[in-house]
């Protein structure tokens, strides 16, 4: 059940490019939102909003999906093996979502070409927390392009990452721990305490897959700089975000980052690429030929190292 097999890998990459996050399909992201929700409302009415109670919600919700994961996984191999191994490749596919985020990322897009602002509004509000009611053109390409980079690690370079790592389980923890993230780990009155544990975790989970996926820019890019990557990424408010907004900034040759809106309030973020120009539509399509790029390499350079120690290493 925890051997990392990487025809496991390569099918759910496959599946990805194929059928993307079909709507209405049952997904591990979706089950950790609702179970947690649950969980939230039980351990703060028991524990109030306090560190202890964020690492209760922490160990709940990780603990019961790996042991349904599990006991799926045993149900299914008594059938058949290759039950149990298909059900493995089918939670690595789900962890990884490239083509979830360029549909996304398009959807902003084509209104945006067209001139359509309150479409291209309504469609980016869906993918990013921002306030985008007033936002231009300009900004609502900036702000596209920043959800594309930050992702192209949280969607798939580190979900991809653990599941070369640690197989399916792996894959099941690090979505599980980035979808708690998401919903807890926010630096406010009610979850500066409760979300710590989950905010930490997921800062851990991403630390080596925010460098590689940096580093492969670089590798890919000669105007990508290493050192000003590095530089801007210790700005950043969060220890792995910058890395990959900074490297796709240079990419570009754009301006990415500054000041955002949350619920009216301003919050300055710092700016990355400062002599870049200023974003723009055509620019959210090469932030998608970006990401396809990067993730071609790290999934090569991935499945290397899973098949060596496969094959080699522990045959």
């Not at 290759?82 to 209104?111: E, K, N, T």
């Not at 392009?145 to 969607?155: G, H, K, L, M, R």
């Not at 009216?264 to 400062?274: C, D, E, I, K, L």
Request: charged fraction near 15%; proline fraction near 4%; glycine fraction near 6%.
């Amino acid at each position: 059940m925890w051997r990392v097999d990487p025809f496991q890998i390569l099918l759910a990459l496959a599946l990805d490019l194929l059928l993307g996050d079909p709507r209405g399909w049952p997904h591990i992201a979706r089950w950790a939102g609702r179970l947690s929700a649950g969980c939230e409302n039980l351990l703060t009415r028991w524990f109030g909003r306090c560190v202890l109670s964020g690492l209760l919600f922490w160990l709940l919700v990780n603990g019961v999906l790996l042991l349904a994961y599990a006991a799926i996984y045993f149900l299914c191999a008594s059938i058949h093996p290759a039950l149990g191994w298909f059900w493995q490749a089918f939670i690595i596919y789900q962890a990884i979502a490239a083509m979830d985020l360029a549909r996304h990322a398009r959807a902003v897009m084509s209104p945006l070409v067209v001139g359509d602002l309150p479409t291209a509004h309504l469609r980016l509000s869906w993918i990013v927390g921002r306030d985008t009611a007033n936002l231009s053109a300009s900004e609502m390409s900036r702000a596209t392009i920043e959800s594309v980079a930050e992702s192209t690690n949280d969607a798939v370079i580190a979900p991809l990452f653990w599941s070369v790592i640690a197989g399916a389980p792996g894959a099941l923890l690090y979505r599980t721990c980035n979808t708690l993230d998401s919903m807890v780990g926010h630096r406010t009155e009610s979850y500066e305490k409760f979300g710590k544990v989950s905010a930490q975790i997921d800062d851990l989970l991403n630390w080596l897959p925010a460098r590689l996926t940096a580093m492969i820019f670089c590798l890919l890019n000669r105007t990508v700089s290493w050192s000003a990557v590095r530089r801007e990424a210790a700005i950043h408010a969060s220890p792995n975000a910058g890395w990959s907004e900074s490297a796709m900034a240079h990419a570009l040759n754009v301006r990415l980052g500054g000041d955002n809106f949350y619920d009216g309030q301003r919050v300055a973020s710092p700016v990355f690429n400062t002599a870049g120009r200023m974003a723009t539509p055509t620019d959210i399509a090469a932030s998608l030929g970006w990401m396809w790029r990067v993730t071609s390499v790290c999934a090569i350079l991935l499945l290397l190292f899973s098949f060596t120690f496969h094959f080699f290493i522990h045959p």
